[in-house]
């Protein structure tokens, strides 16, 4: 941007046939969205082989089932991708025996996230008995009572104990999945969204985005954040980080790359998620049939132990990496932060805006942390809005005092809003949402969609959401200076939009529509 002013200041420096000039008609014209979290490559190619379908309730799940096992043969494999029981009207995962009774011919597998619920046909043809352990990682859920398994598995590595067959290529074109990114992108844009953290990023996803570049398709700016195997002795692990820029310097450390495609922080995975019931709690779960919780002190699952985490986390501040971890439960906030203090004794971090994913319960003793250490948080609101009535119902109003405290968050450090957006492509449908303008109003009303209104006092302003979705988010990866606001010398990345979301009725934000969007000054969506 060159400059920012009165219509006559900005019309003396336009050029006669050579400078576009735009009439946003009186509309609101404000910076580009900035989307913390998101995982492109995959939502992108989710629905490549078909459409999927949104579970809203068990019965849907048994349908579905039911559906698929009319076609398939006997003994093939049949998933219900990603139906948390957070979201379900019954508020809980099915039941093994719900399974057996919605088809027993077929291995089924309720897949939600790092966890799930299987068949005694899955079990079965899986060799999984009373008599099987569990896998470092995981937990095979198994009956107090009896020892049998009750075909809950927690953690990847118990869901890996399933022998399914491996996933194989579709047919589609071998430029599918590029094609399909590029729509993505295009609804994103569609949305006024010009920025995204494209989180757990792989080579191949990189390569994606390179290729879009080339071809003059990349309609936004991408942060990557790579994925990392924190596995290994510390020499094998220092030798993997010098390893991860690759032959071309483009992988790595974070601030390498261009105006377009830069790499951020490198992401953990420290616990399971609240979805599922595997996110790492000070407390235990409480026992019941919303997460088939048997045990008397069950506390979720943390993959990285403390140690191991420490040195992973030297390691990389030594070579200057931004550094942020999926931390879904407050348990695992505690180990998390600890580890950063423990690390910023020996390299300073405050510099580096290490994060925290999600980090959705935190104590007062996490917030002065993040305060002293300059940590920041990728929060997302669509759990609020989605899982908040299932929160309070199963953890109790006490616990769900803290969880997305976005008021308290921003007494203390620099919060920026993210979808999590994984699966499917509908802005409101998709596991998470990704529509920003929900993101913003959930922060301001902090309404579920069970109609309650957890801990309306850390509602935030107007204000105060839309920096969540710009300057916040340009904050967290170090790109304050360059995009998020509409200063002189900053992106040209804006949009226009159909009216005043400062002073509307707060419902309306829901039905914001966006005329135009603008990166680098081109316009790549227009209605």
């Known amino acids: 941007m060159i400059a920012v002013g009165s219509d006559e200041e900005i019309f003396k420096l336009a050029e006669a046939g050579r400078t576009k000039i735009i009439d946003a008609e009186g509309h609101p014209v404000m910076p580009g969205l900035y989307d913390s979290h998101v995982h492109l490559m995959a939502a992108s190619a ?21 559906e698929k096992a009319k076609t398939l043969p006997e003994n093939e494999w049949i998933t219900v991708p990603y139906a948390f029981p957070t979201r379900l009207k019954e508020m809980r995962f099915p039941t093994r025996a719900e399974l057996d009774a919605a088809d027993s011919k077929h291995p089924v597998f309720y897949h939600a996230g790092p966890a799930g619920v299987v068949n005694s046909k899955a079990l079965e043809v899986s060799g999984i008995t009373k008599a099987t352990a569990n896998p470092p990682g ?20 118990a869901v890996a104990l399933l022998k399914r067959p491996k996933a194989v290529d579709d047919d589609s074109p071998p430029n599918a999945q590029r ?7 295009a609804m994103y844009n569609e949305l006024g969204i010009t920025s995204v953290a494209d989180r757990n990023t792989g080579r191949d996803g990189l390569d994606q985005f390179l290729a879009l570049q080339k071809d003059g398709q990349l309609t936004m700016r991408i942060t990557i954040s790579p994925s ?28 390498v790359g261009d105006d377009w495609i830069r790499v951020g922080p490198i992401k953990l995975f420290l616990d399971g998620g609240m979805l599922n019931g595997s996110a790492y709690m000070r407390e235990p779960w409480p026992k019941g049939p919303a997460y088939q919780v048997v045990e008397d002190d069950y506390h979720g699952l943390l993959f990285i132990k403390p140690d191991q985490l420490k040195v992973v986390l030297e390691e990389a501040a030594k070579r200057k990496w931004q550094m942020t971890a999926h931390t879904a439960g407050e348990g695992a906030m505690d180990v998390l932060l600890d580890a950063y203090d423990h690390v910023d004794k020996q390299v300073p971090i405050k510099d580096m805006r290490w994060c925290i994913t999600h980090a959705n319960f935190p104590s007062q003793r996490n917030l002065e942390l993040c305060k002293r250490l300059g940590v920041t948080a990728d929060i997302q609101p669509a759990w609020l809005y989605k899982d908040g009535t299932f929160m309070v119902n199963t953890l109790g109003e006490k616990r769900v005092r803290w969880f997305q405290p976005f008021k308290t968050w921003l007494r203390y450090t620099t919060i920026g809003g993210g979808s999590d957006h994984m699966i499917r492509t509908n802005p409101i ?27 309306p006092e850390e509602s935030l302003s107007r204000e105060e959401a839309i920096r969540l979705y710009t300057i916040n988010n340009a ?23 159909d009216r005043d979301i400062l002073r509307c009725p707060v419902d309306e934000i829901l039905r914001v529509k966006v005329f135009g969007t603008i990166v680098g000054g081109k316009v790549v969506w227009s209605k």
Do not use: C, Q
């Open 475 to 497: 904050y967290l990866h170090h790109e304050e200076k360059d995009k998020g606001s509409l200063e002189v010398g900053k992106m040209a990345d804006l949009i226009i939009i």
């Open 228 to 255: 990392f195997s924190p596995s290994g002795t510390r020499e094998e692990i220092a030798a993997k980080l010098d390893a991860m820029p690759g032959k071309d310097g483009r992988f790595g450390p974070t601030g």
């Open 138 to 157: 995981g937990i095979v859920v198994k009956d107090p009572a009896t020892g049998e398994p009750t075909g809950m598995l927690r953690g990847s590595p």
């Open 46 to 66: 989710s629905e490549l082989p078909g459409p999927i379908p949104e579970f809203r309730s068990l019965t849907d799940a048994f349908d579905y089932i039911k």
């Open 179 to 185: 094609e399909a990114l590029r729509k993505m992108l």
């Open 429 to 455: 449908r998709s596991t998470n949402p990704w529509n920003p303008w929900l993101g913003m109003w959930i922060t301001i009303t902090r309404a579920t969609e069970g109609g309650a209104t957890p801990n």
